[in-house]
């Protein structure tokens, strides 16, 4: 995002917070405080925890410049306190007072310090709301969970929505990034679990399954997609300890899995090279994207490959895109999306490379075609 509009302070403070913090942190929007100026002081953040998002107002005042932020919580944490423990005393929150009391509006690093912060004294808020909750059930499934780390819970009330608390449960004791070559990630990649439960209040024999929804940093999607795994049956009396362990070895497996696909799709564009001459420009890192200039004749076109991390179950998506002709906003012309050619994932990769050569000879003369009718309607308008 830019930053224009803030104060110098303000604009480096939020652009420190925004590209240092361990989480993907957003600003949803910015206004001003003042009538008569439009000095933008304050903005709501979007603040990822428990697998969502938390909404935080910073209210900096721009007329008093070393003044240190206001934070205003969402309307279901009033009774959120962290400046306060329950005795009045100062116990937990002695840290964040100290880095108001101590604020420095020159120090770039000072708003993400106090976010980190107070998002730290969120989690063991919502932590001790969880564990007041009167529910066996739930009870027990904290008590099976406290052995692993770094997991977050949220307790969500209102009067239009029913009781419910919603984990988020980091998985798998494994090092992505170390296992992709070249691996462009500046954080560490991480599959997570959420997992929401029902509050009931009252003894239930049979329990529910809880809701469970398998998450990723977004960034992972480039080698490994959540959204394709099945997630195991969940047995009736089961609870989170015993569904864990199965989830965690059928990750690890699809994973290591993904990874070794890698060198699959590098093999397979390296049999390209052959019959199309080598790509202008390759994803050489996972290998979902290659780009060939290729010439029939007097027309010339490149073609595109985008891999799937389900290749070579899944063929390529093939587009051809024109050289020559562009359309009336001056854009080259493009095929649609290719996808329905001879394809077999049992195939050599010498064989895969010549049948798509094969089809792309032929589909040629139609893009061709399709490039100078093109040409001849924006000629006649």
């Not at 240190?68 to 329950?86: A, K, L, Q, V």
């Not at 290591?256 to 202008?280: D, K, T, W």
């Not at 073609?303 to 070579?312: A, E, G, M």
Request: one cysteine or more; a negative charge.
């Amino acid at each position: 995002m830019t930053y224009d509009g803030f104060p110098p302070f303000i604009s480096a403070q939020l652009h420190y917070l925004i590209n240092h913090f361990a989480h993907p942190v957003r600003v949803e929007q910015a206004w001003s405080g003042s009538k008569y100026s439009n000095t933008l002081d304050r903005f709501t953040l979007l603040i990822p925890y428990c697998l969502d998002t938390i909404k935080w107002d910073v209210i900096y005042n721009a007329e008093f410049p070393h003044a240190p932020p206001d934070i205003i919580f969402g309307p279901e944490d009033e009774d959120f306190h962290p400046f306060y423990n329950e005795s009045g005393g100062e116990g937990d929150s002695r840290s964040i007072k100290n880095s108001l009391a101590t604020w420095n509006n020159k120090d770039p690093t000072r708003l993400l310090a106090l976010i980190w912060e107070l998002r730290d004294q969120y989690m063991s808020y919502q932590r001790k709301r969880v564990g007041e909750v009167d529910d066996d059930r739930l009870k027990f499934e904290i008590c099976t969970m406290l052995s692993r780390e770094g997991i977050e819970m949220h307790m969500s009330s209102g009067v239009e929505k029913p009781e419910e608390v919603k984990f988020a449960v980091p998985l798998m004791d494994m090092n992505i990034n170390k296992m992709v070559v070249g691996c462009p990630w500046r954080h560490p990649q991480k599959i997570s679990l959420q997992v929401i439960y029902p509050v009931n209040r009252k003894y239930v024999s049979a329990p529910s399954a809880p809701h469970l929804k398998l998450m990723s940093t977004p960034a992972l999607k480039s080698l490994f997609s959540v959204d394709d795994v099945k997630l195991p049956p969940w047995l009736d009396g089961m609870c989170m300890a015993e569904y864990l362990p199965h989830l965690e070895e059928a990750l690890e497996r699809q994973v290591s899995e993904a990874v070794s696909l890698i060198e699959v799709r590098r093999r397979f564009i390296e049999a390209l090279a052959p019959l199309f001459g080598r790509p202008i420009e390759t994803d050489s890192v996972f290998y979902r994207k290659s780009m060939f200039f290729v010439a029939s004749g007097a027309f010339s076109f490149l073609v595109l490959f985008f891999l799937s991390t389900q290749f070579p179950k899944q063929q390529p998506s093939l587009m051809l895109q024109s050289s020559m002709y562009f359309n009336s906003q001056g854009m080259p012309i493009k095929s649609p999306l290719l996808t329905d050619y001879p394809w077999s994932p049992r195939w050599e990769h010498s064989q895969m490379a010549e049948r798509t050569f094969e089809f792309l000879v032929d589909e040629s003369v139609n893009f061709k075609k399709y490039c100078n009718e093109a040409q001849l309607q924006q000629n006649q308008h």
